[in-house]
């Protein structure tokens, strides 16, 4: 196996400094962000998304940030070709793929493979975890249970404990009124099947999560939160893209729905309950090597290993 295969993903619950942790590695590393997030994709939402700042970018390449005006389509499908470009273009000049984000079903996708010709959206995958969500928890087993009645021959090749395909799964049937069982998922790219993925998330404590979270919300507002969603309603009034967290909310608030109070309360609840669902993908993946921001050494020593052990004929 050649070193172009290694891909590194760096994750993590919103709020939980993923981001800046991956831009120290990649300048350790050589290495140029992916970003795995369903928002930042688009162009003109920025203080609503935390995009990283115009320093951040000089420092260390991004790729998938900024790339569709705010009314166009992004599906899992989508991301998974454009990311599977990018990371190979980036391995064909010597560069480390790094993969950034917390929205893991796209993860899970690009590993794994997508239906072609079904385009699930964040906002389908959300509104299904929102759906079969109870105590802030996924309940597995009604969402196994669902799809075992609508299409018995997906559940049997589907374990009750397998979030990532259940909600595609459920995502199909409800808004493609397709059963999965007869579609066939596709690989984007050889390299897909070949690549070598070291991944980490970011271990961070659920009080410290939330102070983040508070933090975050609080600076969204004073920086224009409320003013930047007001002209892109203005200017792409039908949307999906601003149905996210944050925008979805000062809309509410500017048509006299949320008072100043709730809206910043809102932000933060569902801001919470959507990194207690990011947390339990996580958790569902042995893959993962948890790290926090001190953990710089440690992950450029493990990488650099790997790489001196697939560069080293046998």
Known sequence: MKSRHLTLAILGPTASGKSAFAIEVAARLGGEIVCLDSSTVYRELDIGTSKPSREERERVRHHLLDVLNPDENFS???????????ITEIASRGKLPIVVGGTYFYLRALQHGMYQNVFVSAVEIEAIENEYTIDETLDGEKMYANLKSQDPAAAEKIHPN????LVRALAILKHYKQKPSELKPERVSPEQSSRLWMKYAMAVSRRVLTNNITRRT???????LVDEARALLQKYPKTRSLSCIGYNEAARFLSKELTDKQLRNEIIEKTRRLAKRQITWLRSDPEIRYVDSRDLDRVALEVENLKYALETPP
């Open 218 to 224: 609080e600076t969204m507002l004073m920086t224009g």
């Open 162 to 165: 397998d979030r990532y395909r």
């Open 76 to 86: 899992a499908y989508h991301f998974v070709e454009q990311a599977e470009s990018s």
